[in-house]
């Protein structure tokens, strides 16, 4: 399971003394164990971890975007090494190609537009697609704009 992976991983770092590493991973396994609190059955489902990871990643980005306006390389720089970290555990994300296909798909099944798409195209490629990506398709190409 990937929790347990992370852990692993934590371990292999704090041998390796990669401190650097080791920080990123451990503030992950942190977040991951607030969330494993949440859920009572036994180790934290793979699903969950990606949410988690995925909320993250997010939170890395958006520090990204502001490190970059304000001018701070050197944050940027450490916030784009945590993303890498954490994107690695990520499972590939759908490229916007594929998600575009996918939202006429889901289009043409229920005739949903707007709002309500995203939320059928999100429920179904759930831990696979960012929202930024579903919203700017469903926004751009499947709003009932009448």
Known sequence: MLYSKIK????????????????????MSSELSYAQVDFKGGELPDEEVVRVLM??????KDSIE??????????????????????SY??????????EAEVA???????????????AVMGKL???????VVKKIVDERFTDNG
């Open 8 to 27: 692993m991983d934590l371990t292999t770092a704090q041998k390796a003394a990669d401190s650097k590493l080791v920080r990123v991973l451990k503030l």
């Open 55 to 60: 909320k993250e990643a997010k939170k890395r």
């Open 66 to 87: 502001i490190y970059e306006k304000v001018g701070s390389p050197e944050r940027v720089a450490e916030e784009k090494f945590e993303l890498g970290v954490i994107e």
């Open 90 to 99: 990520l499972p590939q994300m759908m490229s916007e190609a594929e998600v």
């Open 105 to 119: 798909k889901v289009a043409v099944e229920t005739g949903l537009v707007g709002g309500r798409l995203m939320g």
């Open 126 to 132: 759930k831990g696979r697609v960012e929202g930024g």
